[in-house]
């Protein structure tokens, strides 16, 4: 048996699936990888665009840096591991989704339940004021705006990402780490488990004596402790796609 198909066998043996992606979810869909060769950490000056001491100086340096990384994601469309997902979900196998991801494609794809541990642009707020913001509201005032500003206060609206010198967000951290407990697979797709604390997730289903199961193309700290991985995320998206249309 190959490993694509003991990886497949074990994910529809499983009961209770908590899937966790990373970047390599989204770079299928043509969206560039934030830490990758073209990515926004190899930009002058890019600690500054989401550190939270320099947004609060000058907002201008995130809204300039992040015009197209952040604000141009409504132009990418969920790509076939985010459709993997939601078929396991309408199958009864996926609860939920955790996600390192900030580009909202799950949503996009259908997926009901999504942890974002990063936090997430699909809602801004005043960090003034705390006036609220949908995502496509701030797109619209991009358009005739070097920065988003509450009408109520002038304050700059801030997307609830997590930046550099924030905390995680509770709310989703938490959801998360209950969804790894009650997990009998732990599915990590596209991430290659060195960012933490969000990656210290996947550990808790194991400690709980549930298994893990790893689809990314470069190796990862956990490799050693999956019960099955794979390297080819398309291959793995259309495998899934294929059984799940079988049942």
Not at 114 to 123: A, D, N, Q, R, T
Request: charged share 25%; aromatic share 8%; with cysteine.
């Amino acid at each position: 048996m190959d490993d694509l198909q003991r990886l497949v066998d074990l994910i529809f043996d499983s009961r209770r699936i908590a899937v966790f992606t990373g970047a390599g979810v989204s770079t299928l869909c043509g969206i560039p990888d934030f830490r990758g060769p073209q990515g926004l950490y190899k930009q002058p000056d890019a600690e500054r665009i989401f550190d939270i001491d320099w947004f609060v100086r000058d907002p201008s340096i995130y809204y300039r840096g992040c015009r197209e990384l952040v604000y141009g994601l409504r132009n990418y469309q969920p790509g076939p591991v985010h459709q993997a997902i939601v078929a396991l979900e309408r199958l009864g196998k996926v609860p939920g989704v955790i996600t390192q991801n900030i580009d909202m494609l799950h949503q996009k794809a259908g997926s009901k339940v999504v942890y974002e541990v990063h936090g997430s642009p699909i809602l801004h707020h005043c960090y003034r004021c705390g006036n609220e913001k949908s995502f496509d509201e701030i797109c619209a005032m991009l358009e005739t705006s070097e920065v988003a500003r509450c009408e109520k206060c002038g304050g700059p609206y801030k997307p609830d990402i997590t930046f550099f010198g924030e905390m995680l967000p509770e709310l989703a951290f938490s959801g998360a780490s209950r969804l790894a407990e009650t997990a009998d697979l732990m599915l990590v797709l596209g991430s290659s488990l060195t960012v933490y604390p969000a990656a210290s997730i996947p550990l808790i289903t194991l400690r709980q004596g549930g298994k893990l199961a790893i689809v990314n193309a470069q190796p990862t700290g956990l490799d050693d402790k999956a019960a099955a991985s794979f390297g080819d995320l398309r291959a793995f998206a259309e495998a899934v796609l294929k059984r799940a249309s079988e049942l």
